[in-house]
């Protein structure tokens, strides 16, 4: 009879963050994933186009560009809070091919289905705002329109049958890419049949 493979638990130290190890987990996915969309990419564009970081000389550039830095900061944050939560609730990844083992609906995930997603296209606007560049706003705008149709058409099937009436409960009250502006609440989980209370 064969064993089912263990995966590793979460191990916590006593301010209650994840392990270093099990985040080292994710290094793979990071790099090959949001490392090449929001870095490795972006720098091409830049030396295709011969875009250079300067500052900008008038007050509309420099509003531009500081407004570039808070939307990269508020990105980088969703990004990193949503990367943590599957790790520490989903125990998962983003990677396809180390997905969480459990449905993820609390912090970020209250507001958007695709924290991650909603995270990177956050810095891949501030970055066409820091750097005042067309070519990269487009670039953002292609994300965004890749994962417009990706996320609908390959991923969310498979979240459906991983965790059925749970994620088709929560897509009916959660948008996808576009935060609501109030976290969603789910009903208590009745423990003996499963069921919510309405």
């Known amino acids: 009879m064969r064993q089912?493979?263990?995966?590793?638990?979460?191990?916590?130290?006593?301010?209650?963050?994840?392990?270093?190890?099990?985040?080292?987990?994710h290094l793979p996915?990071?790099?090959v994933l949001p490392f090449t969309v929001t870095v490795?990419?972006?720098?091409?564009?830049?030396?295709?186009y011969l875009i250079a970081p300067t500052l900008g000389t008038s007050g509309g550039a420099l509003l531009l560009q500081s407004s570039g830095v808070v939307v990269v900061f508020l990105g980088l944050v969703l990004f990193f809070s949503s990367l943590r939560?599957?790790?520490?609730?989903?125990?998962?990844?983003l990677a396809?091919?180390?997905?969480?083992?459990?449905?993820?609906?609390?912090?970020?995930?209250?507001?958007?289905?695709?924290?991650?997603?909603?995270?990177?296209?956050?810095?891949?606007?501030?970055?066409?705002?820091?750097l005042r560049s067309r070519p990269h706003a487009v670039w953002a705008l292609m994300f965004l329109g890749i994962n417009l149709l990706y996320i609908p058409l390959l991923e969310e099937p498979f979240l459906r049958l991983r965790f059925g009436d749970a994620y088709r409960e929560y897509c009916k009250?959660?948008?996808?890419?576009?935060?609501?502006?109030?976290?969603w609440l789910p009903a208590p989980v009745d423990k003996v049949n499963g069921r919510g209370d309405r």
Do not use: C
Request: charged letters at 20%; a positive charge; aromatic letters at 8%.
């Open 4 to 25: 089912p493979r263990l995966r590793p638990q979460l191990k916590r130290d006593p301010l209650g963050s994840v392990h270093v190890l099990v985040l080292l987990r």
């Open 29 to 31: 996915a990071i790099a």
């Open 40 to 48: 490795l990419i972006p720098l091409w564009i830049a030396e295709r």
């Open 85 to 93: 939560r599957f790790a520490a609730e989903g125990q998962g990844t």
């Open 96 to 130: 396809p091919w180390d997905p969480p083992q459990h449905l993820v609906v609390e912090g970020s995930y209250r507001f958007v289905r695709n924290p991650m997603i909603s995270g990177v296209v956050f810095i891949l606007v501030g970055e066409a705002m820091l």
């Open 173 to 183: 009250h959660v948008p996808r890419i576009f935060p609501r502006l109030r976290p």
